[in-house]
């Protein structure tokens, strides 16, 4: 081979390993996008069939109104101020029954599913009140506590602490019996058998109950708000509702749906990092 071909040959090698190289970020962008039509698209294309439908009049767009006339109430309402004033109010209703539940559900979860004769006592008037929807005991809690904050957080306190007590209860008993038995046969007290078997296998349905939860309190929230509120976002629905504010009540509602979301995302989040051993986790 002379030198004139081994010359050639690396020209050609140097060529073809630049393109390739230039062609890395094309692949790496067509990945991403394919990713993104794939989880996303359906929504996006919901989207998009929705302001084509306002904006071309097949619907009545005073009653459903473009979604860019939506984002634009949206937008006004931030950047003016006057839906964060209601974000506030809403996330500290929710945020301090939400937090209310967790310390009386999850301990007490924990004792339920652990000692027979206190599920015994106590299951039949837990049943009982679970079955009984908040929304029904509300006018009760307003009688009891007014119109004022204290009957809206406890209204979402009540119906958040059934989802979180009975999934840490259902935790705690599927634990497995033999890692219990294991773990007694090397010696482990109560309390370390508590600590090292029992906690940790309950924790994946204790954020299943987390989850749900969070779903339940915004809901109740916006319930709550609607009834004796002159501030938040369920409050917020309603007074766009009835001053025919439509593009500000949908603003809303985008509000809510967005804090379920992160709300959501966090507790995935957290329960990634925290159950790492666990394989249904991540």
């Not at 359906?42 to 473009?66: D, I, K, R, T």
């Not at 508590?194 to 954020?207: E, N, Q, Y």
């Not at 299943?208 to 709550?224: K, P, Y």
Request: with cysteine.
């Amino acid at each position: 081979m002379t030198l004139q071909h081994i010359e050639k040959t690396v020209g050609i090698g140097r060529h073809e390993g630049g393109s390739g190289t230039g062609m890395e970020p094309l692949r790496l962008l067509t990945r991403t996008s394919a990713r993104i039509l794939s989880r996303y698209g359906v929504l996006l294309g919901f989207l998009v069939f929705w302001q084509v439908a306002a904006s071309s009049g097949w619907v009545n767009s005073a009653v459903l109104p473009p979604v860019d006339t939506i984002v634009a109430a949206l937008w006004k309402g931030l950047i003016g101020g006057s839906l964060l004033g209601d974000i506030a109010i809403s996330l500290q209703r929710a945020g301090l029954a939400f937090a209310a539940a967790v310390v009386v559900a999850i301990p007490l979860g924990l004792v339920m599913g652990q000692a027979r004769a206190v599920e015994t006592a106590l299951d039949p008037i837990l049943q009982l009140f679970r079955q009984t929807s908040a929304l029904a005991l509300y006018p009760v809690f307003i009688l009891l506590l007014g119109l004022g904050e204290a009957s809206k957080v406890f209204v979402i306190f009540w119906a958040t602490l059934f989802p979180l007590l009975l999934n840490t209860i259902s935790g705690v008993k599927e634990v497995d019996p033999k890692l219990l038995e294991m773990a007694r046969a090397y010696g482990a007290r109560r309390l370390t058998n508590f600590r090292r078997v029992v906690l940790p296998g309950a924790v994946p349905s204790i954020f299943v109950g987390l989850r749900l939860g969070a779903t339940t309190a915004l809901l109740l929230l916006i319930a709550s708000e609607m009834i004796g509120a002159n501030k938040g976002i369920g409050f917020q629905v309603m007074n766009a509702q009835y001053n025919f504010q439509i593009p500000l009540m949908f603003a809303a509602i985008v509000i809510l749906a967005a804090l379920g979301l992160i709300a959501n995302q966090v507790l995935v989040v957290l329960q990634r990092r925290l159950c790492r051993w666990n394989v249904s986790a991540s």
